[in-house]
């Protein structure tokens, strides 16, 4: 049977070394996902993976942006960990615990370049995803209302679409994400404008998702009993 893993050598932008990261084979069976876009997959979480960790000097971010540091970006993680020992290696496989220290990192490094909202948002509601695979709903509940934060400053700040992100669906996103954390009047401003907004039709599911989103927000802000599809995951 073939390993559901497999190693690539890789160069680090910051300190010019090679270490070997860990990728997912091929496309992962994908089982379910919930409204706010987490997918389940039947035999590896590819989130796992998502991060590349550099062992000798600690640099981590995404993989799909990983190499992509500008001078004056570089030069201040470089000035950061000039003196500083670093001991990670997270190649291999990995468990959801070394997972989540993979996101912590890459917040942490994305957050001392000031990256853009939209990168802080997504690897704050992936490391929710990794609380909510554990069954951590205080975790997963804080890194989401930071991804819906982030969210909302890149509407309002940078170009759209977001990476695979439309205008509605980013609106769709913040507002889901304001109705799971308990920000029922947020959740119902930002899942209306999508809900009211003729154009949103033209993503079906992002309408769907928006308008079951919604009547599970008025139902919690009127304390009456949230319809079973608008909120199942």
């Keep these: 049977m073939t390993e559901p893993t497999y ?21 992962q069976i994908l089982v379910k996902q919930d409204s706010d876009f987490c997918s389940y997959f039947r035999d590896i979480n590819p989130y796992y993976y998502t991060i590349w960790v550099c062992p000798h000097c600690g640099y981590a971010a995404t993989d799909s942006y990983f190499a992509e540091l500008s001078v004056a970006a570089k030069d201040k993680i ?6 500083r020992a670093v001991n990670v290696n997270y190649s291999g496989n990995r468990t ?22 939209s990168k802080l948002a997504d690897l704050y509601l992936k490391l929710s995803w990794l609380y909510r695979e554990g069954e951590d709903e205080e975790d997963e509940k ?9 969210y909302e400053q890149a509407l309002f700040r940078e ?15 913040i507002g889901e994400l304001a109705r799971r954390t308990d920000q029922t009047e947020k959740a119902l401003l930002y899942l209306g404008k999508v809900v009211g907004n003729p154009a949103a039709k033209l993503e079906p599911r992002v309408f769907k998702l928006a308008r ?10 009127d304390g009456e009993e949230v319809p079973a599809e608008a909120v199942a995951d």
Excluded: M, N
């Design 7 to 27: 190693s690539v050598e890789k160069e680090c932008p910051v300190c010019q070394q090679k270490f070997d990261v860990t990728r997912t084979r091929g496309r």
């Design 78 to 83: 470089a000035k950061f960990l000039a003196s």
């Design 96 to 117: 959801r615990e070394q997972a989540i220290s993979t996101y912590k990192l890459a917040i942490f490094f994305a957050e001392l370049i000031a990256a853009p909202a």
């Design 142 to 150: 804080a890194a989401l209302a930071i991804a819906c934060e982030q």
């Design 159 to 173: 170009r759209l679409p977001i990476g695979t992100l439309s205008e509605a669906a980013v609106s769709y996103l």
């Design 212 to 221: 079951d989103a919604w009547h599970a927000a008025r139902a919690t802000r």
